[in-house]
């Protein structure tokens, strides 16, 4: 826990210097720390505390309707994602994880 503590703090700080997601870079560390089953999960409830840090100090601000279209796809693909997560053999996840963590770093290097 007190790596995972360390790594979590790390990429927040690398994030926020950098302006790139660190939950996207979060997930690999938690998956190697704790594997796949676990990582999302706590990786759900890292960034529920991350993202709610944010909507307290800009809580004055929030646009009710944008909130409310972007929970009519949000929400039915969340519990579609975690019904997937809980079912599904673990080998083809970790597999399209590793994918699409590699497609998002080449694109950063690329576009940017």
Known sequence: MLLAS??????????????????????PVFTIL???????PMLTLTQ????????WFNRREPRWS???????????CAVAGGLF?????LAPPTRLLGIFRNALFWRRRTCS
């Open 48 to 55: 529920i505390a991350s993202n709610g840090s944010r909507v």
């Open 34 to 40: 704790f594997g796949l089953r676990a990582a999302v």
């Open 85 to 89: 997560l809980a079912h599904a053999p």
């Open 66 to 76: 944008l909130i409310g279209w972007f929970a009519l796809g949000a929400v039915p």
């Open 6 to 27: 360390a790594a979590a703090f790390a990429l927040a700080l690398l994030s926020a210097v950098a302006g790139f997601s660190s939950g996207a870079l979060l997930l």
